[in-house]
């Protein structure tokens, strides 16, 4: 079955569930909240289009998405212990806290994730005192964009072991796009179908999985 296939049986398949729940009068679970971080300070960047098609396949899989991209990932470097915070900080630590899973997207610098990528996503102390601390319990997609498999694969191995170190639980697919290749078209568009397959699944998988963690706890 391909992706977009899939996409439409899943959505075929949580209609008729919550059509079924509403019958029995059963309380609907809400739609999980999917946020997505990625990309450079440059509108529009490669990783950031990437980001974009696996929220996509999130939101036609039954979430909703807020995305932290561009500008907004020009905070201030993370100091510990500094409670005072700007919005456009507070908005990057509230969305971070709603989260119900968590979608990553950083270009490969030197084998590893970016310091900016790094930088946003250290403000997740924030939420060390939380009831859930960080990303407990919630899955987290991971997003390798790298001029060459070599820095693809190390940082996605990085992306990983973040993911783990935050609480997350990394989604069974990573998804690595090499830009050495011809992925997009001179519109922007991607056209490299293998690298779609990856990042829709990688969307659909981090929705499916925050769904049924919100129908366990109820």
């Known amino acids: ?70 500008g907004a990932l020009n905070l201030p470097i993370y100091t510990p212990g500094l409670t005072e915070r700007a919005p456009a900080m507070q908005r990057v630590i509230d969305l971070y806290r709603r989260c119900d899973g968590l979608i990553i997207a950083s270009p490969a610098y030197h084998g590893s994730v970016s310091g900016l990528i790094k930088n946003v996503l250290d403000y997740t102390e924030d939420l060390r005192g939380d009831a859930r601390v960080y990303f407990d319990g919630c899955a987290i997609g991971c997003i390798c964009c790298a001029a060459g498999w070599q820095a693809a694969g190390q940082t996605l191995t990085a992306m990983r072991s973040i993911a783990h170190a935050l609480r997350g639980w990394p989604t069974p697919l990573g998804a690595m796009v090499n830009t050495s290749l011809p992925i997009f078209d001179v519109s922007g568009l991607l056209i490299d179908e293998a690298a779609r397959m990856q990042l829709e699944i990688v969307g659909q998988q981090v929705t499916e999985f925050a769904r049924k963690t919100l129908a366990f706890r109820g």
């Open 1 to 70: 079955m391909k992706p977009r296939d899939n996409e439409h049986a899943l959505q075929a398949s949580d209609a008729a569930h919550v059509m079924a729940m509403a019958s029995a009068g059963a309380a609907v679970p809400r739609r999980p909240l999917i946020v997505g971080v990625g990309g450079t300070l440059r509108p529009g960047s490669a990783t950031e289009r990437l980001l974009r098609v696996s929220l996509a396949a999130a939101e036609a899989a039954g979430a909703d998405v807020e995305v932290i991209a561009g």
